[in-house]
């Protein structure tokens, strides 16, 4: 199994239940994380990222991480500086459509979004209401772009749309697809040499869908038009996505270890779950357990089974733990020799 790791987590992606699935297999297989400085669950974001943001990091002796998953905005000449060479690379996209409508839910407090009262007056005149000088204006337009390191206001021409796919392309060995989830988690399990038990998972910080909206398809052709260079990157590489699975699995295996993978999921609902799927999170008794609720989303979690026995309640617990609280744990055991 492959051990050394780069995740770019793009926002608003699945890419907490990525996180979650990265740290589970850590914190199984004793492996080291390129913390924040000081904890927290962002490596100093929305600046580009610099290797002096990680914990234990020091330019005279520098040390390699196995794992680097926090919200970062990519720099690759940085990166490289504190994992190891044979790191792999991979990300998530999701469709630029959904994206914005879930940005707009969660990011509600942000310059951009706050005085819109609705997705379509936002775009019915964006510059009335965003403006790119401001210091969080990237999570109303071209978020992933911005992500990946590039301009989310670039011009939006046929070279530079090609140098940027290329700049990605060179850079990641794998760009997941949060609409197909299980089959990009079967292709991260072939590239990285786990287990079915590595990669299987319970979905993390999804809203209640009452706080969804859905969209008419002139706001749809809007919000492309809107986050143009997010529906290049899109589109690209949704296409070579299938061509991977194509060429690497086929379409009929790749069919089976889907079926696999939600077997072992339902299984697992069954075993670790009280009520086998998520609840609101006024439901949820275990404090600990409650993610973080973030502008106009309500954010679900989990309620265990009471009874496990140990080893299965450990389990069933990493499964569900939300993205601060794991990260947080792991934080103070990776650094418990020097604050005791």
């Known amino acids: 199994p492959k051990t050394d790791i780069v995740f770019l987590k793009v926002h608003k992606s699945a890419s907490s239940t990525v996180m979650n699935i990265l740290f589970r297999f850590g914190e199984t297989h004793n492996l080291t994380f390129a913390f924040p400085i000081g904890g927290g669950n962002q490596l100093f974001y929305p600046q580009h990222f610099l290797a002096r943001f990680v914990q234990g990091f ?9 794992i680097l998953c926090h919200h970062m905005r990519f720099l690759q000449s940085e990166v490289q500086k504190v994992v190891s060479h044979s790191a792999i690379y991979f990300s998530i996209l999701r469709n630029p459509v ?22 379509e007056e936002f775009l019915s005149q964006p510059y009335h209401y965003y403006n790119p000088a401001d210091s969080d204006s990237h999570y109303a337009r071209n978020l ?9 206001d670039g011009e939006v021409s046929v070279k530079r749309v090609q140098l940027m796919l290329k700049a990605i392309e060179a850079s990641f060995d ?3 697809i949060s609409e197909y989830f299980d089959e990009s988690m079967v292709l991260l399990k072939e ?23 859905s969209l008419s398809n002139t706001i749809v052709e809007k919000i492309k038009d809107w986050n143009r260079l997010d529906w290049e990157i899109y589109t690209h590489f949704n296409r070579t996505f299938w061509e991977r699975i194509d060429r690497d699995i086929g379409r009929e295996r790749m069919q089976q270890e889907v079926k696999a993978l939600r077997e072992r999921r339902a299984e697992l609902a069954r075993t670790c779950l009280q009520g086998m799927g998520s609840v609101s999170p006024k439901d949820i008794k275990d404090s600990s357990l409650r993610p973080l609720q973030h502008g106009n989303a309500k954010i679900l979690g989990y309620n265990l089974k009471q009874g496990l026995d140990k080893e299965t309640e450990l389990m069933c617990r990493r499964l569900v733990t939300p993205e601060l609280q794991y990260s947080s744990a792991l934080y103070k055991k990776q650094f418990a020799q020097k604050h005791p």
Not at 109 to 116: E, I, K, M, P, Y
């Open 144 to 152: 992933m772009t911005f992500d990946f390191g590039f301009n989310p």
């Open 58 to 66: 020091s330019p005279r002796s520098p040390r390699r991480f196995n």
């Open 98 to 119: 959904q994206l914005m409508e879930s940005s707009f839910a969660y990011y509600k407090g942000t310059s951009a979004f706050s005085r819109a009262r609705s997705l």
């Open 174 to 176: 794998l760009l997941l």
């Open 191 to 213: 590239m990285l040499c786990w287990d079915l038990d590595s990669i299987v998972s319970f979905p993390l910080n999804i809203r209640d869908s009452s706080t969804k909206s």
